[in-house]
């Protein structure tokens, strides 16, 4: 519980906790970043980490001479491409076994279905899509790796979401960020950024429930 308390304060107050980062560990706070990034895009038990949020407040410190965002933007790229990756590769050899289980302790069998589902709407596009998404953006490479994709076409997508998604979250840092009235209410910006990227989700999950309701509905 304390941890969860710690977690949602650390979501809430990125602002704070980066600068505190950046102020102990300097160079480092690159590679803490890039583990971050990597760890909410590569391993399918971190889907919690923060993504979008965080790369929204390391633009906003980018824009003060914290971080050179050439460079930001590059690690940012690579730790997104190299966490799909992993996570690709991790679904094509022990995917079919957690789809086989329904009770595995460490995969979310509903977020995994959810996943597949997106896939069979919206095909390879959903590499892309799922970028920013979060939870399904995490599971996407998984599902593709168990077998909805080959790995180069795989590849070329997410690197095109990745860019996409770095740039979008970065950029909007670095240039709104420091504005006064977004300094002043940081706190609301960045819950603002995690509603937002919850909403598809969330809209897409009662778009399904309605759409089976009336499948049963009109079976009886």
Known sequence: ?????????????????L???????????YLILFLIIFSETGLVVAPFLPGDSLLFATG????????????????????????DSTNYWIGRFVGPKVFQSQQSKFFNHR?????????????GKTVIIARFMPIIRTFAPFVAGIGAMRYPRFLSFSMCGTALWIS????????????PFVKRNFTFVIFAIILLS????IIQYFR??????????STE
């Open 168 to 179: 979008t979250f970065v950029f909007a840092g670095y240039f709104f960020g420091n504005i």
């Open 208 to 217: 399904v429930r309605v759409a089976r309701q009336r499948t049963i509905k």
């Open 1 to 17: 519980m304390e941890f969860l308390s710690w977690f949602i304060d650390f979501v809430l107050h990125l602002d704070q906790h």
């Open 60 to 83: 906003a410190f980018a824009a003060i001479g914290a971080f050179h965002v050439e460079q930001l933007w590059l690690v940012l790229c690579l730790a997104a491409v190299t966490g």
């Open 19 to 29: 600068g505190q980062i950046i102020q102990d560990y300097g160079l480092w706070t």
């Open 198 to 201: 919850i909403l598809p989700g």
């Open 111 to 123: 977020y995994l279905d959810r996943t597949h589902e997106f896939y069979v709407r919206h095909g």
